[in-house]
């Protein structure tokens, strides 16, 4: 199924089970959502919806 959101909360986003990274600075954590906040996400996101009504990133 396809969905087209254009409005999603970041509290609603999880990492992907799957992902490699296990940690990430927390500096630069904050400073990417700083830049997501002011400009938008530049990619498209691939998500899942999980039981729990949020959304794993899958690609993005």
Same mark, same amino acid.
């Given at each position: 199924?396809?969905? +087209?959101? +254009? +409005?999603?909360?970041?509290?609603?986003?999880?990492?992907?089970?799957?992902?490699?990274?296990?940690?990430? +600075?927390?500096?630069?954590?904050?400073?990417?959502?700083?830049?997501?906040?002011? #400009?938008?996400?530049? #990619?498209?996101?691939?998500? #899942? %919806?999980?039981?729990? %009504?949020?959304?794993?990133?899958?690609?993005?």
């Amino acid at each position: 199924m396809t969905m +087209n959101c +254009n +409005n999603l909360t970041f509290t609603i986003l999880r990492p992907s089970s799957y992902q490699f990274v296990s940690y990430m +600075n927390t500096d630069a954590l904050n400073e990417l959502a700083e830049l997501i906040y002011a #400009q938008g996400i530049i #990619q498209s996101l691939v998500l #899942q %919806q999980t039981c729990t %009504q949020q959304y794993e990133i899958i690609v993005g």
